[in-house]
């Protein structure tokens, strides 16, 4: 059975103070009228800059909504080492996290990352029991040229290498998308994803979509069939506006 992830990632926002203050206001607004058998089947998700790691992770319990995590936002290849800047799976594991985005289009676009390394992270998350959201996704460019199919499949082609499909989410995030507010119509990510399942081993892997989602397109994305939830930037920042999109059933 495919589960629903509804995912925040703060990207580089938000100091110790501001994510406590996040926290102590996100959980007045969620709707928790949903059978504890609905609750099960979803999980909510933050993905947090590492200097909030712990302290969320000493707080969020208290809160006592059993299905809300904290995770990271990437992870290196090697469990230690010379890397400076970077933080190993087993160090994300000795604090309690439990999912890592791995490939960002920003870390792509940004920081070097290839599809080697990508596939690196990600056998290093699994290996370690962590459960990586991987990210793919076509430019604008790309799009335009009639190679939004290609593309993802040559990313998948290579980022899933000896990869397990059976503790893996995929987040399609059409880079267009992004912070811009030019959202993909839903249509449309529920066609292109449709094509990434097609393409799994594991047809229930987890597929979220990301690009501009809102507390208002958040209701069309999620009656798509294929998409099992989102992956939200800017609009994860507001607990209010947050909730809302997890609230969105
Ligand atoms: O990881 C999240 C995506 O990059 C989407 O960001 P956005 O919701 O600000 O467009």
């Known amino acids: ?57 000493t707080i969020v319990p208290a809160i006592g909504q059993a299905n809300l995590s904290i995770g990271a936002q990437n992870v290196h290849w090697s469990e230690n080492g010379a890397f400076t800047g970077e933080i190993s799976a087993p160090m994300l594991v000795e604090i309690g996290i439990k999912y890592v985005i791995v490939g960002h289009s920003e870390r792509r676009q940004f920081f070097g990352e290839t599809e080697d390394t990508v596939n690196k992270r990600l056998k290093a998350a699994q290996s370690c029991g962590l459960t990586p959201i991987l990210c793919v996704g076509e430019s604008k460019q790309q799009r335009d040229a009639n190679e939004t199919e290609s593309w993802i499949f040559s990313q998948l082609a290579a980022d899933l290498v000896d990869i397990d499909q059976n503790n893996l989410i995929i987040a399609y995030e059409p880079i267009w998308a992004i912070g811009t507010g030019d959202t993909c119509a839903s249509s449309e990510a529920n066609r292109v994803i449709g094509l990434i399942r097609s393409k799994l081993v594991n047809r229930d892997v987890t597929i979220q979509y990301g690009g501009s989602v809102k507390p208002d397109n958040i209701d069309e994305i999620m009656a798509q069939p294929e998409i099992d939830g989102v992956l939200v930037g800017g609009a994860s920042l507001d607990p209010a506006g947050f909730a809302r999109i997890v609230n969105y059933r």
């Open 1 to 57: 059975m495919r589960k629903i992830v509804i995912a925040g990632n703060w990207k580089m926002y938000k100091t110790q103070s501001e994510a406590k203050t996040f926290f102590s206001e996100f959980p007045a607004h969620l709707k928790n009228t949903a059978p504890q058998a609905a609750i099960a089947d979803q999980q909510i998700l933050i993905c947090v800059p590492y200097t909030n790691l712990a302290i969320l992770q």
